[in-house]
């Protein structure tokens, strides 16, 4: 099946500095990937979509500017988060959509998450 | 306001027993999904579903969608330890099919 990486897995930094997550897709090509936080014992909240070669859309309430998201190849998406605060510390998930399902059918295939804690 | 509501929140039961989880929404759903996910871990893909009335079962698990394609559940036969997790339905609100909305998830507890 399709598998979907997500580096690093734990990461923990200082207040301030900025933080880069990988999300690949390691068997498909992904034109489009979505970017998940999740907090303890809370559902998934979707970011933003990232669309390969495309500016990514972004849900209300989540600042562009603080969380930059590049998709530069069908197979990779980056979520950066800058100026990083205690407040971000989470569980960021990414999920891939398969290039090639053009129909409505949307199965996403989701990365193994990334735990990030900002001191 | 939550757009899918799934019940219960938790689930405690003891192994061999039967489940069930609902997910419920106020609106037509294009698509509807369930994944499950251990703590601290990705999503595991466990049935979509798109039609009206329809039916899909993998191994212990079933997943059905009613006719207004507004409810769904999910049933778990004869549950094994290797069941607990959280359980997640996430719908498609849009026939281009992109965001995925999900429910607030159900927490499963199986007890041998």
């Known amino acids: 099946g399709a598998v979907v990486s997500q580096h690093p897995s734990r990461v923990i930094c200082k207040s301030g500095t900025s933080v880069k997550i990988e999300c690949r897709s390691l068997?498909?090509?992904?034109?489009?990937m979505f970017w998940y936080r999740q907090f303890p014992k809370q559902s998934l909240m979707l970011m933003a979509t990232s669309n390969e070669g495309s500016k990514a859309t972004y849900e209300q309430g989540v600042e562009k500017d603080k969380f930059l998201i590049n998709h530069a190849s069908l197979t990779l998406s980056t979520l950066t988060v800058t100026s990083a605060h205690p407040e971000d510390s989470s569980f960021y998930i990414c999920?891939?959509?398969?290039?090639?399902?053009?129909?409505?059918?949307?199965?996403?295939?989701f990365g193994p998450g990334t735990r990030l804690t900002v001191l | 306001s939550q757009e899918l509501e799934q019940s219960p929140q938790s689930l405690i039961v003891q192994e061999g027993k039967n489940l069930t989880i609902n997910c419920t929404s106020s609106?037509?759903?294009?698509?509807l999904y369930w994944y499950k996910q251990k703590y601290g871990e990705g999503l595991i893909f466990l049935m979509m579903l798109q039609k009206g009335g329809e039916e899909k079962s993998h191994e212990k698990i079933t997943a059905k969608l009613d006719e207004k394609k507004q409810q769904s559940s999910l049933h778990i036969t004869a549950s094994q330890p290797s069941h607990a997790g959280i359980y997640l339905c996430g719908a498609d609100r849009e026939t281009s099919g992109s965001r995925l909305t999900f429910g607030e998830g159900t927490q499963l507890t199986v007890n041998p």
């Open positions: 999920s891939a959509r398969e290039a090639r399902l053009l129909s409505s059918y949307n199965e996403q295939f």
């Open positions: 609106k037509t759903l294009y698509g």
């Open positions: 068997d498909f090509q992904a034109t489009t």
